[in-house]
């Protein structure tokens, strides 16, 4: 650059600074109804309504019936930075919520077109935010809304083209959406989740209590063949517990579609555990094939950072070595079951 013109060092206006966080955790319609949803979880609600319009694109509504939120704290709830789940670094070692991070309302509702209606527990009203995007100004007004919460969130990425250029068929979209629904859906069985789009119901599930209904909301989300087929996994030792389902080696995939791990009931992509069950299954599967899995691990808060990615979708195990062996040999004593019984031949 030109000496004589470099430019003064600035802070960014609020609604810029909201747009750049935005683009790291929401890159399309689906990241918007995942956030969404943790939230709704996060609230302790048992009901979760999901409406979508032009995958996602034109409408996104969420409604719930967690705790809400005050009406004092509507406009924090759309502030970045602005949480109720943790107070300081260290309340990440007790995590027990999805969210931390105070970004994802003030992210939306930057690239949006935002509304949230929220009914405080034990209020006796409910209120409505209203986002003016040009002025940064918050409306609040009382509205009728049962107990819970509603997000709507419309027009998305309406004033960034760039990421809206990205965005594919409506259809594709939605396909995301349920993908996100489903892997939310496998995380809480004792929630219940309806998903609507264009005013069709595409998923329906209602909260389960008992193993014959959790394996019906397996069968209906992963497929029968799946439900039908599955071993089931149960370890623990004294610092963690490990339980899902797996699949025979018979059933195994060409493609690595079907494979679910969480922790602490957060879904959680990881090469550790994808390398774990590679291990497991070396001995029984032939290569190019990919077993399907539903599993969750608990585990201490302390003994994992959750802290790693924006999107929260990575963490780092502190005693990842156990972890690797508690998955390995799990597995192993699972598909023990599905050998052939050694026959023995006793000569006479
Ligand atoms: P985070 O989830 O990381 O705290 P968010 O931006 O997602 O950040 O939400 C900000 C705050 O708004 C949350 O901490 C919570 O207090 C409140 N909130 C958001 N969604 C809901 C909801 N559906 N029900 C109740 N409270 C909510
Ligand atoms: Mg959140």
Redesign the pocket.
């Known amino acids: 650059p030109n000496l004589s013109d470099i430019p003064p060092i600035c802070l960014l206006p609020l609604q810029v600074a909201n747009q750049i966080a935005a683009g790291e955790v929401i890159e399309r319609p689906a990241s918007v109804v995942k956030?969404?949803l943790?939230?709704?979880l996060?609230?302790g609600?048992d009901q979760i309504e999901i409406d979508i319009e032009k995958g996602g694109i034109g409408l996104i509504r969420?409604r719930?019936n967690?705790?809400?939120?005050r009406e004092a704290?509507l406009p924090?709830?759309?502030s970045r930075h602005?949480?109720?789940?943790i107070k300081e670094l260290t309340d990440l070692e007790k995590l027990h919520?999805?969210?931390?991070?105070?970004?994802?309302?003030?992210?939306i509702a930057s690239v949006s077109h935002f509304v949230i209606h929220?009914h405080f527990y034990n209020a006796e009203n409910g209120y409505s935010l209203l986002l003016n995007t040009l002025s940064d100004e918050v409306i609040i007004e009382p509205v009728a809304h049962p107990i819970?919460?509603t997000?709507e969130v419309r027009e998305l990425f309406y004033n960034t083209p760039a990421r809206r250029k990205f965005l594919r068929a409506e259809k594709t979209e939605f396909g995301h959406i349920q993908e996100i629904v489903k892997r939310l859906a496998l995380s809480r069985f004792n929630v219940s989740f309806n998903l609507r789009h264009q005013g069709k119901t595409t998923v329906s599930l209602k909260k389960t209590d008992d193993e014959t209904s959790r394996l019906l909301r397996i069968g209906s989300l992963c497929g029968t063949e799946f439900m039908q087929t599955a071993l089931t996994v149960s370890n623990e030792n004294s610092a963690m517990r490990l339980s899902g389902w797996i699949s025979p080696p018979s059933h195994a995939r060409g493609q690595a579609d079907q494979q679910y791990f969480f922790v602490n009931g957060r879904i959680v992509r990881d090469k550790l555990v994808n390398h774990a069950v590679r291990q497991a299954y070396s001995d029984v599967l032939y290569g190019g094939r990919h077993p399907c899995y539903v599993l969750y691990l608990d585990i201490d808060p302390s003994e994992v950072d959750v802290n790693v990615h924006p999107t929260k979708h990575e963490v780092r195990f502190v005693q990842s070595g156990w972890v690797h062996h508690l998955l390995v040999s799990s597995l192993q004593q699972t598909l023990e079951q599905t050998r052939p019984q050694a026959t023995v031949n006793i000569a006479d």
């Open positions: 956030e969404l943790e939230n709704s996060d609230a609600a969420i719930d967690g705790c809400g939120i704290e924090l709830a759309v602005a949480t109720n789940k919520s999805l969210g931390f991070r105070g970004e994802a309302l003030a992210s929220s819970g919460t997000v």
